[in-house]
């Protein structure tokens, strides 16, 4: 049958199974609203106050359902607002289409009204680009595109029309889309026993679990290969749930703000079997110090990731599921009782501290984490409360944090909240943010209500950049440089007059009140609580230190 463009990307949206659009209209992309407003009882559409919420949103739907976040946006800046939520999701390997429309071909390259090259801008910062011109070549593409999204390393691509393609006709047929498959041509048998070999005659082997581990749902063969290896574990900021939070194997996240008992621990091994994991700057800190007595065993699906950072002695190359089920079948029962017995003693003697006297943000998440049993979705900005939100709540499962650990997006955590909870609106969705964070995108507090979506916002309001004054305090001589926000913003009547229920908690015998009350509303909450500007993460390791030179506040005390 014959279809305009534009009822050709609402078919072919329908084909994926999309049933949530986040966006904002404008000139250039007014076709395929049109049609989309015709298909609005099969593809719910959320307008968000600003795109970049639109593609924070679609990140946080796709790391919550595991499925492909979409979002739309006209032309120029409707684009080039997209792009830090691209770039997000490019960084962090998650599945999102973003669909753009442009100026008619006849206008391009005229520097003609809200024209921009936007296949150039993202081309950095996507998995794939097109500028579709052609709209014979319309439906092709985006079920190309959709399928290099999911496949391998997952991550964002984006899609330009140009407008007259929107509105030009051709033949089209619905297509199912194919299954995506899992790499696992390049898992190779050599490799695989060399692996082996590894693992059974390692002392002090550690499990270091990334974010792959997570996009590969392989939560239950890495259960199965943690028991069979009897090692402990530790995770990234993007691991967090593929491994069990409560397991007493589990040693807490590694890194600057990783536990001492994770980063002794690694520095201690003998192996490190690394799985979906990248070895960022904040998790090895000196490169030439890491892991500086172990074999490192590298695991991933992206061969670019392979020694890029770190050299191995051994890596596969794969999907980690079925890397994980094949190393399973042949791996021998093991048991290193002398190395786990040093490893929990080091998880006692070093355990997570903070100021019991006080409010603070470790307190007000170990009472989340009781309330709701640990099973709600927590999403984060970036900063202090990021890093508590890792530390103090157990994550049992994966997609239960979603956060932005490669590009460090503040305002990333409000969108993705609103995405989380339109894919599991059976699940309590909370967004923990600092108050430097919540003025970015805090407009979308008003999308939250417009359509009455129940999220929860957390502010841990200490009136000041806190991570950035934490540096700035250990490391630039308490040369405050424009980090101090102690100016007249009422949060709480700011959420009240976009529509939202709010309070103000300054002491911690109101945490646990009013956290059952606003899980309770079914409706958008906003919580600001107070406390203190000179709050830190710890422990810590100073940028460019190797992370075993991990430091707490007593160690800090002990120097001075």
Same mark, same amino acid.
């Given at each position: 049958?014959?279809?305009?463009?534009?009822?050709?990307?609402?078919?072919?949206?329908?084909?994926?199974?999309?049933?949530?659009?986040?966006?904002?209209?404008?000139?250039?992309?007014?076709?395929?609203?049109?049609?989309?407003?015709?298909?609005?009882?099969?593809?719910?559409?959320?307008?968000?106050?600003?795109?970049?919420?639109?593609?924070?949103?679609?990140?946080?739907?796709?790391?919550?359902?595991?499925?492909?976040?979409?979002?739309?946006?006209?032309?120029?800046?409707?684009?080039?607002?997209?792009?830090?939520?691209?770039?997000?999701?490019?960084?962090?390997?998650?599945?999102?289409?973003?669909?753009? @429309?442009? !100026?008619?071909?006849? %206008?391009? *390259?005229?520097?003609? #009204?809200?024209?921009? +090259?936007?296949?150039?801008?993202? =081309?950095?910062?996507?998995?794939?680009?097109?500028?579709?011109?052609?709209?014979?070549?319309?439906?092709?593409?985006?079920?190309?595109?959709?399928?290099?999204?999911?496949?391998?390393?997952?991550?964002?691509?984006?899609?330009?029309?140009?407008?007259?393609?929107?509105?030009?006709?051709?033949?089209?047929q619905f297509v199912k889309p194919e299954p995506?498959?899992?790499?696992?041509?390049?898992?190779?048998?050599?490799?695989?026993?060399?692996?082996?070999d590894l693992i059974h005659k390692a002392k002090?082997?550690?499990?270091?679990?990334?974010?792959?581990?997570?996009?590969?749902?392989?939560?239950?063969?890495?259960?199965?290969?943690?028991?069979?290896?009897? @090692?402990? !574990?530790?995770?990234? %900021?993007? *691991?967090?749930?593929? #491994?069990?939070?409560? +397991?007493?194997?589990?040693?807490? =996240?590694?890194?600057?703000?990783?536990?001492?008992?994770?980063?002794?621990?690694?520095?201690?091994?003998?192996?490190?079997?690394?799985?979906?994991?990248?070895?960022?700057?904040?998790?090895?800190?000196?490169?030439?110090?890491?892991?500086?007595?172990?074999?490192?065993?590298?695991?991933?699906?992206?061969?670019?990731?392979?020694?890029?950072?770190?050299?191995?002695?051994?890596?596969?190359?794969?999907?980690?599921?079925?890397?994980?089920?094949?190393?399973?079948?042949?791996?021998?029962?093991?048991?290193?009782?002398?190395?786990?017995?040093?490893?929990?003693?080091?998880?006692?003697?070093?355990?997570?501290?903070?100021?019991?006297?006080?409010?603070?943000?470790?307190?007000?998440?170990?009472?989340?984490?009781?309330?709701?049993?640990?099973?709600?979705?927590?999403?984060?900005?970036?900063?202090?409360?990021?890093?508590?939100?890792?530390?103090?709540?157990?994550?049992?499962?994966?997609?239960?944090?979603?956060?932005?650990?490669?590009?460090?997006?503040?305002?990333?955590?409000?969108?993705?909240?609103?995405?989380?909870?339109?894919?599991?609106?059976?699940?309590?969705?909370?967004?923990?943010?600092?108050?430097?964070?919540?003025?970015?995108?805090?407009?979308?507090?008003?999308?939250?209500?417009?359509?009455?979506?129940?999220?929860?916002?957390?502010?841990?309001?200490?009136?000041?950049?806190?991570?950035?004054?934490?540096?700035?305090?250990?490391?630039?001589?308490?040369?405050?440089?424009?980090?101090?926000?102690?100016?007249?913003?009422?949060?709480v009547k700011l959420a009240e007059a976009m529509?939202?229920?709010?309070?103000?908690?300054?002491?911690?015998?109101?945490?646990?009140?009013?956290?059952?009350?606003?899980?309770?509303?079914?409706?958008?909450?906003?919580?600001?609580?107070?406390?203190?500007?000179?709050?830190?993460?710890?422990?810590?390791?100073?940028?460019?230190?190797?992370?075993?030179?991990?430091?707490?506040?007593?160690?800090?005390?002990?120097?001075?």
């Amino acid at each position: 049958m014959e279809l305009t463009g534009s009822q050709i990307v609402i078919e072919c949206l329908k084909e994926h199974g999309v049933d949530t659009v986040f966006g904002y209209p404008g000139g250039a992309i007014l076709n395929i609203y049109d049609e989309l407003y015709k298909h609005s009882n099969e593809i719910r559409h959320i307008l968000t106050s600003h795109e970049q919420g639109a593609s924070h949103a679609a990140d946080g739907y796709a790391r919550a359902t595991g499925k492909v976040g979409v979002c739309f946006a006209t032309s120029g800046p409707g684009a080039t607002n997209l792009v830090t939520g691209i770039a997000t999701a490019y960084m962090d390997s998650v599945p999102l289409v973003a669909i753009t @429309a442009n !100026v008619g071909r006849n %206008l391009l *390259g005229s520097d003609s #009204f809200q024209e921009v +090259d936007i296949f150039g801008v993202t =081309m950095p910062i996507t998995k794939h680009n097109f500028i579709v011109k052609d709209v014979n070549e319309l439906a092709k593409t985006i079920r190309t595109a959709f399928k290099i999204a999911k496949s391998g390393r997952p991550g964002p691509v984006l899609i330009d029309i140009t407008k007259d393609v929107t509105a030009s006709k051709t033949d089209y047929q619905f297509v199912k889309p194919e299954p995506i498959e899992r790499e696992t041509e390049n898992i190779r048998e050599e490799d695989l026993q060399k692996a082996l070999d590894l693992i059974h005659k390692a002392k002090k082997p550690f499990i270091f679990v990334g974010g792959g581990v997570v996009l590969a749902d392989a939560s239950n063969e890495l259960k199965e290969f943690v028991k069979k290896v009897d @090692a402990p !574990v530790t995770d990234t %900021l993007m *691991g967090k749930g593929a #491994f069990d939070g409560r +397991d007493p194997l589990y040693t807490g =996240m590694i890194g600057m703000h990783g536990t001492k008992t994770a980063n002794l621990g690694v520095t201690e091994s003998d192996l490190l079997i690394t799985l979906g994991a990248r070895f960022s700057d904040r998790v090895i800190g000196n490169a030439k110090k890491f892991a500086k007595n172990a074999k490192v065993l590298h695991i991933d699906v992206d061969p670019a990731e392979i020694n890029k950072n770190v050299p191995t002695e051994c890596s596969i190359v794969g999907d980690i599921k079925v890397v994980l089920q094949r190393l399973n079948a042949k791996l021998k029962q093991l048991s290193h009782k002398e190395w786990i017995e040093h490893i929990l003693a080091l998880k006692e003697k070093y355990p997570l501290k903070y100021n019991q006297e006080i409010l603070t943000g470790p307190y007000i998440l170990e009472k989340l984490y009781e309330i709701t049993n640990g099973d709600a979705i927590i999403t984060t900005e970036v900063g202090q409360h990021q890093m508590w939100a890792a530390q103090y709540f157990k994550y049992k499962a994966p997609r239960k944090l979603l956060t932005s650990g490669g590009l460090g997006t503040m305002g990333y955590g409000l969108g993705a909240c609103i995405g989380a909870k339109v894919g599991m609106p059976d699940k309590t969705v909370v967004n923990i943010a600092g108050d430097g964070c919540f003025r970015m995108n805090m407009n979308e507090i008003a999308t939250a209500t417009r359509y009455q979506i129940p999220i929860i916002e957390i502010i841990f309001n200490n009136h000041v950049l806190g991570m950035v004054r934490q540096w700035q305090s250990l490391f630039y001589g308490k040369r405050y440089s424009h980090t101090t926000l102690n100016d007249k913003v009422d949060f709480v009547k700011l959420a009240e007059a976009m529509g939202a229920k709010a309070y103000r908690i300054t002491k911690k015998e109101e945490v646990e009140t009013v956290l059952r009350e606003a899980i309770s509303l079914n409706e958008p909450v906003l919580i600001d609580c107070i406390i203190d500007c000179d709050d830190k993460v710890w422990p810590m390791v100073a940028p460019g230190a190797a992370i075993d030179e991990v430091f707490s506040e007593e160690d800090l005390e002990k120097k001075i």
